[in-house]
């Protein structure tokens, strides 16, 4: 290994979400189910809001913690949705700027982060580029929340619980009942609680709660990325504690100075934008795939988000035998082992064309009988 490159580099692998990414783009016509990212396009308005900051020479740094029609703005929804709850805000750099600043902010060396198994490929990266020690808790076979596993799991040295729900990569989404009890207990045992709510708009069956109903000092990360198909525009947001925001601004200036400035100001205006229909959409492509898959795959029903997470047919010793297999037939899908320990399920992204959809289901269901 090159002396010049640190340590910490070496604790955790190159996304291999973005290996088959590269895949895809060598392909000529892929069944592309691998990226958790919105097939449909930015919003006119949105684009047009972005084009006039420009033009009217809205280009250098905001304000480290965002541009304040933006933050007023978002801090009104906030308050409504958060009623007698003292919150601050930050805008981030992406929601994934927001967990860079929250880990840098709460985790010293040694502590301890609780997380799910299965989980966001960047959490126990993130953990251990801060110098903490990911704790990753097993959901299989339901995916749920247990809370005496959280319980029966924290130490002395547990500095937080972060959560995700719906969740990247089940499209699992938590009850009331679990996530009140996990809130309960982080405020128990005087655990940070960061709740990741990048898909919370994104929830089918019934309407999304966040822990911050029952636990005043959760963290929450949000952002415009999924929700109005920003992904390359990183504008995301936090907000929580006053000490906690006030630390993760004070290394934003040091890190990200600010998220960029033209896309905030479009941020502002996606939401007055109207994105109901597109979250229509998605539920009608849940629906589509589980009514395509569950006679021939076993899986835990997609409440939220846009992925199902299938266990591998029988037939294959491995789920990434299965995902190799796919993709020799041009069926781009992501292992499983990529968000979890285990290598037994993969991840199905339905953020694709029905077209695409049906295709897909199509080959899987041939797969499923190999």
């Given at each position: 290994m090159n002396p010049w490159i640190a340590d910490r580099t070496a604790s955790f692998d190159s996304s291999g979400i973005r290996k088959v990414f590269d895949l895809a783009a060598k392909m000529k016509n892929p069944i592309n189910l691998s990226i958790g990212l919105p097939d449909f396009d930015v919003p006119d308005e949105i684009k047009q809001a972005c084009v006039d900051a420009i033009h009217a020479g809205k280009n250098a740094y905001s304000q480290t913690q965002g541009i304040a029609p933006l933050r007023e703005r978002l801090a009104r929804d906030i308050?409504?949705?958060?009623?007698?709850?003292?919150?601050?805000?930050?805008?981030?750099?992406?929601?994934?700027?927001?967990?860079?600043?929250?880990?840098?902010?709460?985790?010293?060396?040694?502590?301890?982060?609780?997380?799910?198994?299965?989980?966001?490929?960047?959490?126990?990266?993130?953990?251990?580029?801060?110098?903490?020690?990911?704790?990753?808790?097993?959901?299989?076979?339901?995916?749920?929340?247990?809370?005496?596993?959280?319980?029966?799991?924290?130490?002395?040295?547990?500095?937080?619980?972060?959560?995700?729900?719906?969740?990247?990569?089940?499209?699992?989404?938590?009850?009331?009942?679990?996530?009140?009890?996990?809130?309960?207990?982080?405020?128990?045992?005087?655990?940070?609680?960061?709740?990741?709510?990048?898909?919370?708009?994104?929830?089918?069956?019934?309407?999304?709660?966040?822990?911050?109903?029952?636990?005043?000092?959760?963290?929450?990360?949000?952002?415009?990325?999924?929700?109005?198909?920003?992904?390359?525009?990183?504008?995301?947001?936090?907000?929580?504690?006053?000490?906690?925001?006030?630390?993760m601004t004070k290394l934003q200036q040091f890190t990200f100075v600010c998220a960029p400035q033209p896309a905030q100001w479009a941020a502002l205006k996606g939401m007055d934008v109207d994105l109901s229909h597109h979250i229509d959409d998605y539920r009608k492509k849940r629906d589509l795939i589980v009514a395509g898959l569950r006679d021939h795959y076993e899986f835990t029903h997609s409440g939220g988000a846009f992925y199902l997470f299938p266990k591998a047919p029988s037939g294959f010793e491995s789920a990434t035998s299965f995902v190799e297999h796919a993709i020799a037939n041009e069926l781009l899908i992501i292992p499983g082992k990529i968000f979890s320990s285990r290598d037994s399920h993969f991840r199905i992204s339905y953020a694709a064309s029905d077209e695409t959809l049906k295709r897909g289901i199509d080959l899987l269901k041939r797969l499923a009988t190999v």
């Open positions: 308050a409504a949705e958060h009623p007698g709850t003292d919150r601050e805000l930050l805008i981030t750099s992406g929601t994934s700027g927001g967990l860079v600043l929250a880990m840098l902010a709460m985790i010293n060396p040694g502590d301890e982060v609780i997380f799910f198994d299965p989980y966001f490929v960047m959490y126990p990266a993130l953990v251990k580029l801060a110098g903490g020690v990911p704790v990753a808790i097993d959901t299989y076979p339901d995916f749920r929340m247990d809370v005496k596993k959280v319980a029966a799991a924290i130490t002395p040295k547990t500095k937080m619980i972060l959560i995700n729900s719906p969740a990247n990569p089940t499209g699992v989404t938590a009850s009331e009942a679990d996530l009140q009890a996990i809130a309960k207990l982080a405020a128990e045992k005087n655990i940070a609680l960061v709740s990741d709510e990048i898909y919370s708009r994104f929830q089918y069956d019934e309407t999304f709660i966040s822990p911050t109903r029952f636990n005043d000092q959760t963290i929450v990360i949000d952002g415009f990325s999924k929700s109005h198909a920003m992904t390359g525009w990183r504008v995301g947001f936090v907000h929580g504690p006053a000490e906690v925001i006030a630390a």
